[in-house]
């Protein structure tokens, strides 16, 4: 069990290759005993984003407040606070703050 303010827990960079102003928190990992899945919060500060990539799993996102372009097969698509975006594994994909506010999304992947 864990309950925790999500402020309380420890923000770090992204440091993969092609992120720029990205960190991300782990808000819920195998660390806390979660099996199956694991609860990220990325942080883009305005200009930033996530690097050009492709992974095998899927994942969830909920955007929770800015907005920021979705890079996904080769098209842009536009998206801002309240948006949930499906990202299915194996296809290229990348976040884009394009606001002047920070973009703060949670994403949701296998554990």
Known sequence: MKIEKSSNIRKTPVEAEGAK???????????????NFALRMF???????????????????FVIEGEGTFVYDGHEHHFEGDYVIFVPG??????????????RMLCIIPA
């Open 21 to 35: 102003d990205v960190a991300i928190r782990w808000l819920i990992s195998k660390e806390d005993g979660a099996e």
């Open 43 to 61: 942080e883009l500060q305005p200009g930033g984003h996530t690097p050009l990539h492709t992974h095998p799993n899927e994942h969830e996102v």
């Open 90 to 103: 194996g296809k290229e994909h990348q976040f884009k703050n394009t606001g002047d506010s920070i973009l």
